[in-house]
């Protein structure tokens, strides 16, 4: 079936260091691809998403593009902030994304930024 | 803007009791979900509705039973809670390419 893959944590850098997690999917047909946060003692938000082959998401400094060939959907950030210490979670939609009523999770990569 | 609200935030039962947990979103949104968070395990699916009136099993059903008798609002119940079911809850709305999450209720079941 469907799954994502995350790197584990915890993740500890210093402020302004440069951010990768990594995210690797199995996925038939096409799914959209998405990162959501989450802050302590919040609910998740969506970060950003790409939704075909080679689409790159961003908002708030961070991005991630969508391959195929290496079905992989990481996440970057040049220059982090402590402000950005959450939980990171990466996501595929099943089917067309306009229609699917499911998303499947990774297990989540903490992030700890320090000043 | 309320969104996704989630009550009661926090909860403690003993094994064998039930309780229901209330998901209300203001949005219209016809999907909503259930989810339990676990250390290591990311989000798993329990139950979602796609409309007043639907409910459907997903990922890990066993155990919880819920009800979408208004359009804005999704319970879930767990009828026999057993320590297996101490979980972060979140409820979430949906709209084409976004989930909306609510803040989590956190459920010990000792």
């Known amino acids: 079936g469907n799954s994502v893959t995350q790197m584990e944590g915890p993740v500890t850098l210093s402020e302004e260091a440069f951010l990768t997690i990594n995210c690797t999917y199995t996925a038939t047909g096409y799914p959209s691809l998405f990162w959501y946060v989450q802050y302590p003692g919040e609910g998740l938000q969506l970060l950003l998403k790409?939704?075909?082959?080679?689409d790159k998401g961003s908002n708030k400094g961070f991005e991630a593009t969508y391959r195929k060939e290496t079905t992989s959907f990481h996440l970057e950030k040049g220059s982090v902030q402590v402000s950005d210490s959450a939980v990171y979670f990466c996501a595929l939609s099943e089917g067309m994304m306009d229609s699917s009523y499911k998303l499947i999770f990774g297990s989540g990569t903490r992030l700890l930024v320090r000043p | 803007n309320a969104g996704v609200t989630q009550t009661p935030k926090f909860r403690v039962l003993k094994t064998g009791q039930s309780m229901t947990l209330l998901c209300a979103q203001d949005m219209n949104h016809e999907y909503m979900y259930w989810y339990r968070q676990d250390p290591g395990m990311g989000l798993r699916l329990i139950h979602y509705s796609v409309g007043e009136g639907t409910t459907a099993k997903g990922e890990v059903p066993d155990g919880y039973n819920v009800s979408r008798l208004k359009k804005q609002n999704f319970l879930l119940g767990l009828e026999s809670a057993a320590p297996s079911q101490t979980s972060v809850y979140f409820c979430?709305?949906?709209?084409?390419?976004?989930?909306?999450f609510g803040e989590g209720s956190r459920l010990t079941v000792l």
């Open positions: 790409a939704t075909k082959a080679d």
């Open positions: 979430a709305s949906k709209i084409p390419g976004e989930l909306f």
